[in-house]
Structures are given as structure tokens and as C-alpha cells.
T-cell receptor, first 115, second 113 residues
Framework: DTAVSQTPKYLVTQMGNDKSIKCEQN?????MYWYKQDSKKFLKIMFS???????INETVPNRFSPKSPDKAHLNLHINSLELGDSAVYFC??????????????FGPGTRLLVL | DQQVKQNSPSLSVQEGRISILNCDYT??????FLWYKKYPAEGPTFLIS?????DKNEDGRFTVFLNKSAKHLSLHIVPSQPGDSAVYFC????????????FGTGTLLAVQP
């Protein structure tokens, strides 16, 4: 009964391919996020959606495109994969964005390896 | 430009003793701070938080202290247990309408039995 789930857990692919990572939360939250943790273990925000509206769009290559079909899902599509895209990608969700105490809950991560 | 820094990559503590994990930040616009715990091959798990208007928050064995003038926060775990062995991330939130978090690089805590 996972609160924030991601599929797949592992993804090994060739350079140049296009891949998608899916995220679902069953917490009834309005906001979802994508983070990237690189080889140096930096955990950085990439995107965030609130009620299906994009509210955070950090400086990432436009090969990365998030899509939120509904409030419970936030998918990440990556075109023309490069070696440097190899990382762990975490999805997270929070109840909202405007509350004083707003906690983000993370999924287990998707380990992407580009060969 | 790292706005949230955890200068100790690792810390080793004996079981039963106190663990103190430190975090420094540079941006005075941060209004909320969180600590997350992460086991290998899992996502970060929320541990404890503190608002910028407070200087201490306690939850069981975990206490977070905030020193705004020094732009410094710390997480105290007492007594430390072997199950506490994990990577601990400090995170700071920008005030505003996006709930954007900036994470530190983490400290690996090893609690020795």
C-alpha cells in the first residue's frame, strides 16, 4: 500500500533512446515533484505541479518533459537520452504548497543508467 | 552555489550516545527547514521539521535546533540506535507559493553497536 510509487524501479537504456518514468500517489495530495539525484548525491528539484499546473520548472534540458494527466499522477518523459542523464530520479508529493508546514513525501526512486 | 551545506559527509557514533548532525545555509529567505532520512535504495523519509520562527522542535529521540543568526541548524538524536544508521539530508524551503526545497548533500550516520 505504497503512498508514492514509481515505475520502473530500474531502467537501463542506450543513448539516444526516449524513455518515461511514471509516478503515482494515493495520498490525495494536490502537488507533485520530480527530483534528480546525481552521482555526487545532490538532490535537486526539477519540476513541480500543483493541481495539474506547472509551478516549478528549473533549468533542465528541454529533452525532459513532465506530464500530469491528473492530480495523482506525474510522469517524466526524457527524449534523446544522454550519458549525463544517468541518475536516480525521485518523485514526491505534498498536500499543497501554501501551508506553513508542508512536508514532501518521496517515492522509492528510479535508477536510470544510460549506456 | 550551494545554499544548504552539510559539511560532514559522515559521522560515526556509539549506540546509546548522542548523534549531532549539522547543516548551514546562506539564504535568509528560507522559512522552513526539514530533515530527511534515507536508507540505500529507498526514497528519503521525512523525519522532523522546524519553522523559521522557532528555535527548537522535539519529537521523541529527535530534536532539531535552529540558530537563525548563525544560519545554522542541527539534528540531535539521543540515544542513537543502530537502526538510525542512514544518510540524513537537511532541506530548506524558500518562502512563497511553490514549496521549493533546497537539499544539502547529506551526512552518512553510522551507529556502532
Amino acid at each position: 500500500d505504497t503512498a508514492v510509487s514509481q515505475t520502473p524501479k530500474y531502467l537501463v537504456t542506450q543513448m539516444g533512446n526516449d524513455k518515461s518514468i511514471k509516478c503515482e500517489q494515493n495520498l490525495g495530495h494536490d502537488t507533485m515533484y520530480w527530483y534528480k539525484q546525481d552521482s555526487k548525491k545532490f538532490l535537486k528539484i526539477m519540476f513541480s505541479y500543483n493541481n495539474k499546473e506547472l509551478i516549478i520548472n528549473e533549468t533542465v534540458p528541454n529533452r525532459f518533459s513532465p506530464k500530469s494527466p491528473d492530480k495523482a499522477h506525474l510522469n517524466l518523459h526524457i527524449n534523446s537520452l544522454e550519458l549525463g542523464d544517468s541518475a536516480v530520479y525521485f518523485c514526491a508529493s505534498s498536500q499543497d504548497v501554501g501551508r506553513i508546514k508542508e512536508t514532501q513525501y518521496f517515492g522509492p526512486g528510479t535508477r536510470l543508467l544510460v549506456l | 552555489d550551494q545554499q544548504v551545506k552539510q559539511n560532514s559527509p559522515s559521522l560515526s557514533v556509539q549506540e546509546g550516545r548522542i548523534s549531532i548532525l549539522n547543516c548551514d545555509y546562506t539564504n535568509s529567505m528560507f522559512d522552513y527547514f526539514l530533515w530527511y532520512k534515507k536508507y540505500p535504495a529507498e526514497g528519503p523519509t521525512f523525519l522532523i521539521s522546524i519553522s523559521s520562527i522557532k528555535d527548537k522542535n522535539e519529537d521523541g529521540r529527535f530534536t532539531v535546533f535552529l540558530n537563525k543568526s548563525a544560519k545554522h541548524l542541527s539534528l540531535h538524536i539521543v540515544p542513537s540506535q543502530p537502526g538510525d544508521s542512514a544518510v540524513y539530508f537537511c532541506a530548506a524551503r524558500y518562502g512563497g507559493a511553490t514549496n521549493k526545497l533546497i537539499f544539502g548533500t547529506g551526512t552518512l550516520l553510522a551507529v556502532q553497536p
